[in-house]
């Protein structure tokens, strides 16, 4: 009895000591952030840059099946610290190279799990690890974002009318709510990226990266509100057509679970990027560090560029001898326009196949004859088709219009970030680069990572783009330009579809179906071809209005879409933003700035130092505040030691072409 009494002491004291307070702490290689994860009868992490609290501590767990709740009373087994500093390839992408320099923390704990921390220069993540044999069901996940002051936020909220019963049915379309997180609106849900602004001029902006096999996190006002709480969409187990000309699905019905998935893998990334100067966000690779690699091995066939689109303008040509619209003649006309403007692509929108069912073809429509035309003018075709026509026979449909020689696909009305849409996504990205097509996925949540997985898919909406141009004349467009290079670009690409030709004065402006026209002027559209990112990017306005404005349709023409070098020259978030950006031995360069005018200076100390360079600007006219069309086309001779000042109109922009 003795020696039973002295074993029961000596487990009771083990238990007791693998459960006190155990804190670690994890810093970034330049010593500025510091993350610290306190172990006790929950696992809190809290992060602090120089002297400031990022975020107050919070907690983390992941609830499986049998009320396995990883997290609660958690055991430490052992912990392990590494410094990583290696880099790796982007050729689709913003730069040439990413320097991928971090410190990593992996908690392993009893139960079969472990969490990994990273911590870089400019932020910090974790994610959850399972080791189980056989497949879990994960039930929930409590991601907490505690603050300790009631600090302003800009906040994308989900507002989609489609289905008020289900708030995860959502285009991800969403102007940005300036509020204090207190003010967090009722009754509805945000989801990422947003951002945080603290009163000493520092800037966070928090997301998720490696979206795979896994819904989406929404978030949602904590009960104290200060801070937030997670939400995420159960799996769908009851479907209906819906949504827009029934188009997409809407769910009737959902699970008690997130997702039903293997035991061993890793689970998407929490991330928050911090900045002290704005103009950091808004060239920031977190994302891109934190994804998995490309699984395609040979990607020499993906080739990156620029789209004539036809839905935007309502296929709306004229001054020729034939009827516009969806037909043989009319996309001829875009190819003939593509190929000697150089533009890569022509995108068939909707209405040239029986929309649920792509492999019936408008009557009107000659596809063979189009692909055979745009072929022999260096012009590849990009066919559009709802999700739910792709999904039904995806295998089928590609293997069909790769034959055809079809280039790729746009993917619209996903809608959806629930564990079931994500997976369909992997497969379709899967199944499209199996038959070398490129895909731009439209309607679609926000990039998490998987445009690196899969390089094939070289864009992604989730961005209330220009198409809104067409219905929402109170959207304050030149202030959400200036907004999302700090926000929603940092986690990949944009579908935003610039290249207007009619542009407006705030007070002139008016939405239009057939001859639409942008908020802001001439410039700013023009500098959007090098702000925004978009390997593959869209050229909205019709053939007929760009070579009426041969000059701008010349200049757009010349800006690449991917390139090996950015710099983030200034900006403040929604006031105005400057990018440089470089490919091969030229220079681009776009400036745009809100309603507001300003008065900027440009700096051009990032040329090579002892050279002579041509710069093409084009700058605001002096009239640009009352006709937005108005502009100044100049080019003169720069160096690295030329500053040069320039006046942006009311929604202006600057743009420049430097070699």
């Known amino acids: 009895m003795k020696n039973i009494f002295i074993l029961f002491?000596?487990?009771?004291?083990?238990?007791?000591?693998?459960?006190?307070?155990?804190?670690?702490?994890?810093i970034s290689p330049n010593g500025k952030i510091d993350?610290?994860?306190?172990?006790?009868?929950?696992?809190?992490?809290?992060?602090?840059?120089?002297?400031?609290?990022?975020?107050?501590?919070?907690?983390?767990?992941?609830?499986?099946d049998g009320n396995v709740i990883l997290g609660k009373n958690p055991v430490v087994l052992n912990s392990k610290k590494e410094s990583v500093n290696t880099s790796f390839e982007t050729p689709l992408y913003k730069k040439k190279t990413v320097k991928n320099q971090y410190n990593k923390l992996t908690i392993n704990f009893k139960n079969d799990f472990a969490i990994e921390f990273r911590v870089f220069d400019d932020g910090a993540a974790y994610r959850f690890i399972t080791k189980k044999k056989k497949e879990i069901t994960v039930k929930s996940e409590e991601v907490v974002l505690n603050f300790d002051q009631d600090y302003n936020?800009?906040?994308?909220?989900?507002?989609?009318?489609?289905?008020?019963?289900?708030?995860?049915?959502?285009?991800?379309e969403s102007h940005y709510e300036n509020k204090k997180i207190s003010e967090f609106s009722k009754d509805t849900l945000a989801f990422l990226p947003f951002l945080i602004d603290y009163k000493n001029h520092k800037k966070a902006v928090f997301l998720e990266a490696d979206l795979e096999d896994y819904p989406g996190l929404f978030i949602t006002n904590n009960k104290n509100k200060t801070g937030f709480e997670s939400r995420f969409s159960k799996y769908p187990t009851q479907e209906t057509n819906g949504g827009f000309n029934f188009l997409n699905k809407l769910?009737?019905?959902?699970?008690?679970?997130?997702?039903?998935?293997?035991?061993?893998?890793?689970?998407?990334?929490?991330?928050?990027?911090?900045?002290?100067?704005?103009?950091?966000?808004?060239?920031?690779?977190?994302?891109?560090k934190l994804a998995e690699p490309s699984r395609i091995k040979d990607i020499s066939w993906i080739k990156p560029g620029k789209v004539a689109w036809d839905w935007w303008n309502d296929w709306n040509i004229y001054n020729v001898d034939f009827k516009a619209g969806i037909n043989t003649q009319t996309y001829k006309y875009y190819i003939d326009f593509a190929s000697k403007n150089k533009v890569e692509y022509v995108v068939l929108d909707e209405g040239w196949s029986v929309e649920t069912d792509i492999m019936k073809h408008n009557p009107n429509v000659d596809l063979e004859e189009l692909i055979a035309y745009a072929k022999e003018r260096n012009v590849g075709i990009i066919l559009w088709a709802s999700w739910m026509a792709i999904h039904n026979k995806?295998?089928?449909?590609?293997?069909?219009?790769?034959?055809?020689?079809?280039?790729?696909?746009?993917?619209?009305?996903?809608?959806?970030?629930?564990?079931?849409?994500v997976n369909s996504v992997y497969d379709i990205a899967q199944k499209a680069a199996n038959h070398k097509l490129i895909i731009d996925f439209h309607g679609m949540y926000k990039p998490t990572g998987i445009q690196r997985t899969y390089p094939n898919i070289l864009n992604f909406e989730g961005v209330k783009g220009l198409e809104n141009n067409k219905w929402t004349p109170n959207d304050d467009v030149p202030l959400y330009d200036c907004t999302i290079p700090f926000i929603r670009m940092i986690a990949g690409p944009m579908d935003y579809t610039p290249g207007a030709m009619r542009n407006a004065t705030k007070s002139e402006f008016k939405p239009s179906h057939s001859t639409p026209m942008s908020q802001g002027t001439r410039c700013h559209q023009l500098a959007l071809y090098t702000i925004f990112e978009a390997p593959l990017q869209m050229m909205a306005d019709s053939p007929t209005a760009f070579m009426k404005e041969q000059e701008s349709t010349d200049f757009i023409a010349k800006i690449p879409?991917?390139?090996?070098?950015?710099?983030?020259?200034?900006?403040?978030?929604?006031?105005?933003?400057?990018?440089?950006?470089?490919?091969?031995?030229?220079?681009?360069?776009?400036?745009?700035?809100?309603?507001?005018?300003?008065?900027?200076?440009?700096?051009?100390?990032?040329?090579?130092?002892?050279?002579?360079?041509?710069?093409?600007?084009?700058?605001?006219?002096?009239?640009?505040?009352?006709?937005?069309?108005?502009?100044?086309?100049?080019?003169?001779?720069?160096?690295?030691?030329?500053?040069?000042?320039?006046?942006?109109?009311?929604?202006?922009?600057?743009?420049m072409i430097i070699k």
């Open 153 to 172: 936020t800009l906040m994308p909220y989900v507002r989609d009318l489609r289905n008020p019963k289900d708030q995860f049915i959502s285009s991800f």
């Open 9 to 26: 002491c000596f487990t009771l004291a083990n238990f007791s000591f693998s459960q006190k307070k155990q804190d670690f702490n994890i």
């Open 394 to 421: 995806t295998e089928a449909v590609f293997d069909n219009y790769a034959k055809l020689g079809v280039k790729g696909f746009k993917v619209d009305f996903i809608d959806r970030d629930d564990a079931k849409m």
């Open 35 to 64: 993350v610290k994860i306190a172990v006790n009868d929950k696992i809190l992490w809290s992060i602090s840059h120089e002297k400031d609290l990022i975020l107050a501590p919070s907690e983390m767990t992941m609830t499986l």
């Open 251 to 288: 769910i009737t019905e959902r699970a008690d679970y997130l997702v039903k998935t293997k035991g061993t893998r890793t689970f998407p990334w929490r991330a928050i990027v911090i900045a002290q100067n704005d103009a950091d966000l808004a060239n920031n690779d977190i994302v891109q």
């Open 561 to 655: 879409t991917t390139f090996d070098e950015t710099l983030a020259l200034d900006g403040e978030v929604g006031k105005y933003v400057s990018i440089a950006r470089k490919k091969e031995n030229i220079w681009y360069l776009g400036t745009i700035t809100n309603w507001d005018p300003k008065d900027i200076t440009i700096d051009f100390s990032f040329l090579e130092k002892g050279k002579k360079f041509q710069a093409e600007i084009f700058s605001d006219g002096l009239n640009a505040d009352k006709a937005a069309t108005d502009y100044k086309k100049e080019i003169i001779t720069v160096d690295s030691t030329t500053k040069l000042k320039y006046h942006l109109a009311s929604g202006g922009g600057l743009a």
